[in-house]
């Protein structure tokens, strides 16, 4: 299993140059006066229960179209702050990944069958490697958020280790987002540093992952097929 990491690192950039040339955006005057922190409280409370729906909506034919959902949280977390948004983007990313999901293991089978030979991977993986190669790529920009999901199908995951490793290892990514799109509600020098610390924990943290865990379940992948009996 040849796992790269140049997709995730590709990835955080772009999401990094969006949220960066966004929030630059937000400080001009004329734009300013229409993302303070009243204004913003305003359509939050004209949306009322229609703007989580809406996320939510949104989030459920993101993975379907393999589209990423940072765009989505970034949104959550400008009108609703870093921890509505938090909990907002990760229920929504997790209720359309597990619909994803359960399709994908009936409907998508051929599809997720490729998914598994391109990475090498054995045509069914235990509960405890697949909850943590799940959550490692929930938990980093690793990968696509629709593959992954295909991914897991392929591996023969079951729902409930599946559902466990999304729900949590979406919490930091989505954190990240979350905190980014606060910055066009209120951005104080507190959230300066919230926002660009999460992502250097984040980049440090795909790198270590990348490395120490993906990388050498790779290699053990890759013996693995040389023995078809195993060890």
């Known amino acids: 299993m040849r796992i790269t990491l140049k997709a995730g ?11 960066v040339v966004v929030v630059a955006v937000a400080h001009i005057p004329s734009v300013r006066e ?22 939510l909506a949104i989030s459920l034919g993101l993975p379907f179209l393999f589209l990423p959902r940072w765009p989505v949280v970034f ?3 400008a009108l609703y702050g870093i921890v509505w948004g938090t909990v907002i983007g990760t229920v929504a ?5 597990v619909i994803h999901f359960t399709l994908s ?21 235990d509960d405890r490697h697949s909850l943590i190669l799940i959550f490692t790529l929930r938990a980093f920009p690793l990968s696509n958020y ?17 559902t466990a490793a999304t729900l949590v290892g979406m919490v930091p990514s989505t954190l990240m987002y979350a905190a980014w799109g606060k910055l066009l509600q209120k951005p104080s020098a507190g959230y300066y540093t919230l926002a660009i610390a999460l992502v250097v924990v984040l980049a440090l943290g795909s790198w270590l992952v990348g490395r120490k865990i993906l990388v050498p379940q790779a290699e053990r992948s890759d013996d693995d097929e040389l023995d078809p009996v195993g060890g």
Not at 108 to 120: A, E, I, S, T
Not at 146 to 162: E, S, V, W
């Open 75 to 77: 949104v959550a977390g």
């Open 146 to 162: 629709g593959l992954t999901n295909l991914l897991a199908g392929a591996l023969g995951m079951r729902l409930g280790p599946f």
């Open 9 to 19: 690192i590709w990835s955080l950039i772009g999401f990094l140059g969006f949220a």
């Open 93 to 97: 990313g997790t209720i359309g990944a």
């Open 34 to 55: 229409h993302l303070s922190v009243s204004s913003i409280t305003g359509w939050v409370q004209k949306l009322g229960v229609w703007g989580p729906l809406g996320i």
């Open 105 to 125: 293991r009936k409907l998508f089978h051929p599809l997720g069958d490729r998914v598994r030979r391109r990475f090498k991977l054995p045509p069914r993986m």
